[in-house]
């Protein structure tokens, strides 16, 4: 798709443009960037880490920092790493405990409004 030709009525806006297709990676530059990613995990910068495998599309990465952000109470961030990795057994368990929040609140506001 031509997004430059899609968007081309508001050229002057600040456009970011979110697309699902994968940058193009050969194998060995995946490995590279996944080891720099680990690094990055391991010395505790997750947010760097999180960049470069959304980047590579590295599963177990991905799922690493979806632990760490569950271990500090970022379900919905963690959610989203399980769920591109994608792990259902690990994003099943928060979508069923969100989903019970969100029924509490939804009976909450029913039984008071």
């Not at 697309?19 to 995990?41: C, E, H, M, Q």
């Not at 271990?71 to 919905?76: M, Y």
């Amino acid at each position: 798709m031509d997004y430059k030709r899609l968007f081309k009525n508001i050229e002057n806006e600040s456009i970011f443009y979110k697309t699902t297709v994968n940058p193009a990676i050969g194998s060995a530059d995946k490995a590279v960037l996944n080891r720099k990613g680990n690094i990055y995990f391991n010395n505790g910068d997750i947010e760097n880490a999180r960049r470069i495998f959304l980047t590579t599309g590295y599963s177990d990465g991905l799922i690493r920092v979806g632990d760490a952000y569950r271990s500090n109470g970022r379900l919905i961030d963690a959610l989203r790493m399980y769920w591109i990795a994608p792990d259902r057994n690990k994003s099943e368990p928060i979508i069923m405990k969100l989903s019970m929040i969100i029924q509490t609140l939804l009976i909450e506001e029913n039984n008071h409004g």
